[in-house]
């Protein structure tokens, strides 16, 4: 089983940033796509943004030109840099991953981590 464990978190004002990380544990982890997802209190889960093995991007609307997903090959690792953060960006981030161990196909979330805007 793969497990996604995600760091980062916290506290900050309007207009700061935060840096997000999701890292995949496991031998002969094979990643495809990796992403990060986000959930309001009272909202559904919605996709923030996502990378995948060639390293292409997709971004929600609501993030582009603020926040930047990247990875880590040799440390199956998957960072959001989050810039000009507004309350709007509260939430819960889980981060999702995808891929292969050996010839097995794999899919998870992590445990979520809390992103908290203040005004």
């Known amino acids: 089983q793969v497990q996604l464990v995600e760091s980062g978190g916290g506290l900050v004002q309007a207009g700061g940033s935060l840096r997000l990380s999701c890292a995949a544990s496991?031998?002969?982890?094979?990643?495809?796509?990796m992403g990060w997802y986000r959930q309001a209190p009272g909202k559904q889960r919605e996709l923030v943004a996502t990378?995948?093995?060639?390293?292409?991007?997709n971004y929600a609307d609501s993030v582009k030109g603020r926040f930047t997903i990247s990875k880590d090959n040799a440390k199956n690792t998957v960072y959001l840099q989050m810039n000009s953060l507004n309350p709007e960006d509260t939430g819960v981030y889980y981060c999702?991953?995808?891929?292969?161990?050996?010839?097995?196909?794999?899919?998870?979330w992590g445990q979520g981590t809390q992103v908290t805007v203040s005004s």
């Open positions: 999702n991953g995808d891929g292969l161990v050996g010839l097995l196909k794999w899919q998870n």
């Open positions: 496991g031998s002969f982890v094979s990643i495809n796509t």
């Open positions: 990378i995948n093995r060639g390293g292409s991007t």
